[in-house]
């Protein structure tokens, strides 16, 4: 029997819109619905991903060795993680995706989108997420609370004008691609963005259980 294939889900946003406190409840609402999932993130995923996500943090680089490091550790993830996951029938949910890419480097460092386009037509031509949230806050409230949390890495370090253009990309990736990438507004409290992303993984589940290519077309 052909096994049915899983959902691809990536929540994205800027550092500190608070998207990575819901991974794990995420996680677990979608078990608690009878699903096989996997958590994972980008840059990372991968013993290769995970060596050259500390280099892309923490080791200051001209812009297209950036971003080439940040495919060449998304290759390796597509490849050897999600793509299996997927066509084993399980749910894949991912802290951040090429959308981010399209954010903080063609965005907010100035790249553009071509280049990136040309490298996500390479990468993963045949692979989109089924669904993109994005955890949006206004700049000075992400600043705030990454400033209560941890050391900044070379890209919380960034000034305000860096964020601002990342945030506008994020927004212009909305504006294109609106069928698959949701607006969060991660100001509301924890149980309001929760409620909200319940109704939307029952109404994803429905399509996909519905007609999977339904799902991956959206």
Same mark, same amino acid.
């Given at each position: 029997?052909d096994? *049915?294939?899983?959902?691809?889900?990536?929540?994205?946003?800027?550092?500190?819109?608070?998207?990575?406190? +819901?991974?794990?409840?995420?996680?677990?609402?979608?078990? !608690?619905?009878?699903l096989?999932?996997i958590?994972?993130?980008?840059?990372?995923g991968t013993?290769?991903g995970e060596?050259l996500? @500390?280099?892309?943090?923490h080791?200051?680089? +001209?812009l297209k060795?950036?971003?080439?490091?940040?495919?060449?550790?998304?290759?390796?993830?597509?490849?050897?993680v999600?793509?299996?996951?997927?066509?084993?029938g399980?749910?894949?949910?991912?802290?951040?995706?090429t959308?981010?890419?399209?954010?903080y480097q063609g965005?907010g460092? !100035?790249?553009?989108?071509?280049?990136?386009?040309?490298?996500? +037509?390479w990468? +993963?031509?045949?692979l !989109?997420?089924?669904?993109?949230?994005?955890?949006?806050?206004p700049l000075?409230?992400?600043?705030e609370r990454?400033?209560r949390?941890?050391? %900044?890495?070379r890209? @919380? *370090? #960034?000034?305000?004008?860096?964020?601002?253009?990342?945030?506008q990309?994020?927004?212009?990736r909305v504006? !294109?691609h609106?069928?698959?990438i949701?607006?969060v507004?991660?100001?509301?409290?924890?149980a309001?963005?929760? @409620?909200?992303?319940? #109704?939307?993984?029952?109404? %994803?589940?429905?399509?996909h259980?519905?007609?999977?290519?339904?799902v991956?077309?959206?």
């Open positions: 029997m096994v *049915q294939r899983g959902c691809f889900i990536t929540l994205e946003g800027l550092d500190g819109a608070g998207k990575s406190t +819901h991974i794990e409840w995420l996680v677990d609402q979608l078990g !608690q619905r009878g096989s999932v958590a994972t993130r980008e840059p990372g013993a290769l060596a996500r @500390e280099l892309l943090l080791r200051p680089m +001209h060795s950036e971003t080439l490091l940040m495919f060449a550790a998304r290759c390796e993830h597509v490849e050897t999600i793509k299996p996951a997927l066509a084993a399980k749910w894949v949910v991912c802290d951040r995706f959308d981010a890419t399209y954010a965005g460092r !100035q790249l553009g989108a071509t280049a990136v386009a040309a490298l996500e +037509h990468v +993963h031509a045949d !989109q997420p089924d669904r993109s949230w994005l955890f949006d806050v000075e409230v992400a600043r990454l400033a949390t941890r050391d %900044l890495d890209f @919380e *370090q #960034e000034g305000a004008a860096f964020f601002e253009r990342t945030r990309a994020y927004h212009d504006a !294109q609106p069928e698959r949701l607006i507004d991660s100001t509301l409290p924890i309001r963005i929760r @409620e909200g992303l319940c #109704e939307d993984i029952d109404a %994803l589940l429905r399509r259980r519905d007609g999977p290519a339904a991956a077309a959206s």
